[in-house]
């Protein structure tokens, strides 16, 4: 899903065990420096907005999506590239509801298995536990 040229959506995946949490990943035609993560969230009516579920543990990923090249924190590290892949985790995604950005609203996908080329390279720790799970 491309909005205004910037933005494309690559896939939505499962986290193996855990049914509440997925993992977004995302081609951004613009700096890792341009890019506000934080503003990655779903609208949910029943909450004020600053308790929206957002994006967290961020994962910049090379142009193939096949080594992760940078972290959460890390974007000016990264300011050399015109390009963000980026994989984040995200808890109750709401599939009948647009993930709202910065480039505005983008339609999320069914989850489906993550590739084994993430599997690899990001492991998901819960937030209630230690515990590496995939």
Same mark, same amino acid.
């Given at each position: 899903?491309?909005?205004?040229? #910037?933005?494309?959506? @690559?896939?939505? *995946?499962?986290?193996?065990?855990? &049914? ?12 890792? @420096?341009?890019?506000?993560? #934080?503003?990655?969230? +779903? ?9 929206? +579920?957002? &994006? ?30 980026? &994989?984040?985790?995200? *808890? ?10 910065? *480039? ?23 937030? #209630? ?6």
């Amino acid at each position: 899903m491309e909005i205004k040229d #910037s933005v494309n959506l @690559i896939g939505v *995946y499962q986290i193996n065990k855990m &049914a509440d949490v997925h993992l977004i990943e995302m081609m951004i035609n613009q700096s890792p @420096i341009e890019v506000d993560v #934080s503003s990655f969230t +779903q609208k949910n009516d029943e909450l004020s907005e600053d308790e929206w +579920q957002t &994006a967290y543990d961020e994962h910049y990923l090379n142009k193939d999506g096949e080594e992760v090249i940078g972290r959460f924190g890390d974007q000016h590290s990264l300011s050399k590239f015109n390009f963000t892949r980026i &994989a984040f985790f995200m *808890y109750f995604v709401d599939f009948n509801k647009p993930l709202l950005t910065q *480039y505005g609203e983008v339609l999320l996908e069914k989850p489906i298995y993550m590739p084994e080329r993430l599997l690899k390279i990001i492991d998901f720790i819960p937030i #209630s536990n230690n515990r590496l799970l995939r």
